[in-house]
């Protein structure tokens, strides 16, 4: 079983950037989706976006559609969050998460349950 470690997180002012990374220890997620999900402080975690297995098919929350880019390097077994324009409403725990059961062609928006293997998150904390 993989784990995944996200990293990146840290303390950028608003209008700035930040490019999260989430690595797999071991194994392949070629055939993976990927997803990142984020929690703020006494809110719900909620989906970030999703990048299919293949790479070619991206889906993002609505609201930060624009903003932020899912990106994979299946060489490098590892799963990118590009996260532009940051405002202090994007600070949160980061989550990347693998959904091993999906065969779809295009990514789409996933739950919590979807998921098979969870990381342990990274902060990213945004200042005004």
């Known amino acids: 079983q993989m784990q995944l470690v996200e990293s990146g997180g840290g303390l950028v002012q608003a209008g700035g950037s930040l490019r999260l990374s989430c690595a797999a220890s071991?194994?392949?997620?070629?055939?993976?989706?990927m997803a990142w999900f984020r929690q703020a402080p006494g809110k719900e975690r909620t989906f970030v976006a999703t990048?299919?297995?293949?790479?070619?098919?991206?889906h993002y929350a609505h609201s930060l559609k624009g903003r932020f880019t899912i990106s994979r390097d299946d060489v490098k077994k590892t799963t990118y969050l590009q996260m532009n324009s940051l405002v202090p409403e994007d600070t949160a725990v980061y989550y990347c998460?693998?959904?091993?059961?999906?065969?779809?062609?295009?990514?789409?928006?996933?739950?919590?349950?979807?998921?098979?293997?969870w990381g342990k998150g990274t902060l990213v904390t945004v200042s005004s």
């Open positions: 071991e194994g392949t997620i070629r055939n993976y989706a």
């Open positions: 998460a693998a959904d091993l059961k999906s065969g779809r062609p295009e990514a789409v928006a996933l739950s919590i349950p979807d998921m098979d293997y």
């Open positions: 990048i299919s297995g293949s790479g070619r098919s991206t």
